[in-house]
């Protein structure tokens, strides 16, 4: 199993950018996808959910209204489109796997950096 980030970079408060993951080698329907971001000095967090059952998904207050994540389980893509972004949305950015089984493993990409900054 691999999760590969890309789309991060640098931009304007107030731009959009949209981050992708691959995530080759597991069963969508087995897991939950999540992105979490982390910033200098600051403990990762859970920025966005969507379930691999039912779709649903959970977002983080800070970036309700403006982020949107999405799959596409027959390409095994992870989507976050974020919107009206802020300096305080600067991090890096991971893309997240969590099984619903034990018997199964958790897994991490590597992260894409996110700059919000004019």
């Known amino acids: 199993v691999q999760l590969v980030e890309s789309g991060g970079g640098l931009v304007q408060p107030g731009g959009s950018l949209r981050l992708s993951c691959l995530a080759s080698?597991?069963?969508?329907?087995?897991?939950?996808m999540n992105w979490y971001r982390q910033a200098p000095g600051k403990e990762r967090e859970r920025v966005a959910r969507?379930?691999?059952?039912?779709?649903?998904?959970v977002y983080a207050d800070s970036v309700k209204g403006r982020f949107t994540i999405s799959s596409d389980s027959a390409k095994n893509m992870v989507f976050l489109q974020m919107s009206d972004l802020k300096p305080e949305d600067t991090a890096v950015y991971y893309c997240?796997?969590?099984?619903?089984?034990?018997?199964?493993?958790?897994?991490w990409g590597q992260g894409t950096q996110v700059t919000v900054s004019s």
């Open positions: 080698g597991l069963a969508f329907s087995s897991y939950a």
């Open positions: 997240m796997a969590s099984p619903y089984s034990s018997d199964l493993l958790t897994y």
């Open positions: 969507v379930s691999g059952r039912t779709g649903s998904t």
